[in-house]
């Protein structure tokens, strides 16, 4: 690591073996580094650009280099899906705020803060953890969404699991008039679910003749998706998701619509 005399047009050799973190402090005229002086573990230091003195701050989490400071002087660390937080004036320990593989999140390799400190950005790898196919597993899709579809507004209102499934009403709206409706549930059957749906012109006059339904056998479900055959749903966040619909052309050819709602 090395401080440049803009003036001079002189580089000054601070420090060696650095990792790829470097933080202003908050609060401070100092810098933070990764020390990988020691190769058994690393260290977080500060350093004075000025001066060029150096002080230890903390360990890193083991082999382990990515950091960011939150504007209140606290420092976030990462290890093995697991959000940690270390506050230099009043403790020698990380602690544990959050288990980030309960969210399908593994193997982070940077940090960032938002500069009110509100939010916290990261990159990892999801992970396709599938998740026992129960509805208490998918209850996130419960609410009333609302966006835009097919050149019009689409709504949906799916409920609550309760005896045994959730049901949902879907409508299109296009230039002012309902262009048509549906029913949906999805229901456990047989240690799985399934989705099933009929569709309804604006007068209630049935697509489906009186015993058939339109079925989207489930594939999976992981941490932020419900896969079914034919139609996905998408966790975004608490109030947005994607619906991708595949939909069948009379050529023989599948499009995949996207939904994108919000609460």
């Known amino acids: 690591m090395y401080k440049t005399d803009i003036q001079k047009n002189q580089n000054y050799k601070l420090n060696q073996k650095v990792g790829r973190s470097l933080h202003n402090i908050p609060n401070s005229k100092l810098m933070s580094y990764i020390s990988k002086e020691n190769d058994s573990f690393w260290e977080v230091k500060s350093v004075d650009p000025v001066s060029g003195v150096t002080q230890l701050i903390t360990s ?4 382990t280099e990515d950091m960011c400071w939150t504007p209140n002087g606290t420092i976030f660390m990462a290890k093995d899906g697991i959000l940690y937080n270390f506050e230099p004036n009043k403790g ?25 400190g509100t939010k916290l950005a990261i990159v990892g790898e999801l992970i396709n953890q599938k998740i026992e196919p129960k509805l208490e597993n998918i209850a996130w899709i419960a609410g009333n969404w609302k966006g835009e579809a097919f050149g019009g507004q689409t709504e949906e209102n799916w409920s609550e699991p309760s005896g045994g499934s959730m049901m949902a009403t879907f409508k299109l709206i296009d230039k002012g008039q309902v262009v048509f409706y549906e029913i949906e549930i999805i229901r456990e059957v047989e240690n799985s679910l399934i989705l099933q749906l009929k569709h309804f012109d604006n007068d209630l006059k049935g697509w489906e003749t009186k ?14 998706k419900v896969v079914f055959k034919g139609m996905i749903f998408e966790k975004i966040s608490d109030n947005e998701m994607n619906v991708y619909v595949d939909i069948h052309q009379d050529n023989g050819e599948i499009e995949t619509v996207q939904f994108n709602y919000k609460k």
């Open 60 to 63: 890193t989490l083991p082999n």
């Open 92 to 116: 020698k320990n990380w602690k544990k705020v959050a288990v980030l593989l309960d969210f399908g999140i593994t193997n982070i390799t940077r940090l960032a803060v938002s500069p009110d």
């Open 211 to 224: 015993d058939e339904t339109v079925d989207f056998p489930l594939k999976e479900i992981t941490a932020n």
